[in-house]
């Protein structure tokens, strides 16, 4: 069964510090990988898709890499501003019928 | 503008009042599906429809139906609701069933008293 896990659970770091999401999988059999962003009581705004033949995309400040072999993906956001404070989700797409979730972290970044 | 609606975004109700959340998308996309949202439990999907006319269930879809008769519209019935049906619920669509983008409505809060 895939199990999705977000390390840390939450993160609190000072604006301009550049940071690293983690997102773990038990099951390499994916066909590929979200990192959303969702804000206190809202939706989730796709941030990156990487699709499985990739290694990674990048997105403004915003960079996500992906080793299958490995299970893992980070999200690296440079230069964290406090707009970024949010709770971000990595999400697998395992068996084409679903996205499978990991637990969140909740990102602070204070001025 | 590519979108996923949902209505309403908020919905106090009573239980074992039938109620209908609606999910439209204008993307064409053949999939659609059903999350709910519960602190500590993450997201969890309760439907899913790969067409017109062909839903299945997610891993928890008990107390609630869903029906896809036009492409667009993948509504959320839930017959009798009660208290632990409390959550924040997402509809998501993509274009097809693996390897492309999900997007998400932005929400549906519900609360069963």
């Known amino acids: 069964k895939q199990e999705v896990t977000q390390i840390p659970a939450a993160l609190s770091v000072p604006e301009g510090e550049n940071l690293v999401l983690n997102c773990s999988f038990t099951?390499?059999?994916?066909?590929?990988l979200q990192w959303f962003r969702q804000d206190p009581g809202k939706g989730l705004t796709s941030l990156l898709l990487?699709?499985?033949?990739?290694r990674e995309q990048t997105s403004g400040r915003l960079n996500a890499s992906l080793d299958k072999s490995s299970g893992r993906s980070t999200l690296y956001i440079a230069a964290s501003q406090p707009g970024d404070s949010a709770t971000y989700l990595c999400?697998?797409?395992?068996?084409?019928?679903?996205?499978?979730f990991g637990t969140g972290t909740r990102l602070q970044v204070f001025p | 503008e590519a979108q996923v609606t949902q209505n309403p975004r908020y919905l106090i109700t009573v239980t074992g009042k039938k109620l209908t959340v609606t999910c439209s998308q204008n993307m064409n996309h053949e999939y659609m599906s059903w999350y709910r949202q519960d602190p500590g439990l993450g997201l969890r999907q309760i439907y899913y429809s790969m067409n017109v006319e062909v839903t299945d269930k997610g891993d928890v879809p008990e107390g609630y139906k869903v029906s896809r008769k036009e492409k667009r519209n993948f509504p959320l019935i839930l017959e009798s609701p009660s208290p632990n049906q409390t959550s924040l619920y997402f509809c998501?669509?993509?274009?097809?069933?693996?390897?492309?983008?999900?997007?998400f409505g932005p929400g549906t809060r519900l609360t069963v008293t």
């Open positions: 990487i699709q499985s033949s990739q």
């Open positions: 999400a697998v797409d395992h068996n084409t019928d679903k996205l499978i």
């Open positions: 998501a669509s993509s274009s097809y069933q693996g390897g492309d983008e999900q997007y």
């Open positions: 099951d390499s059999a994916i066909y590929n």
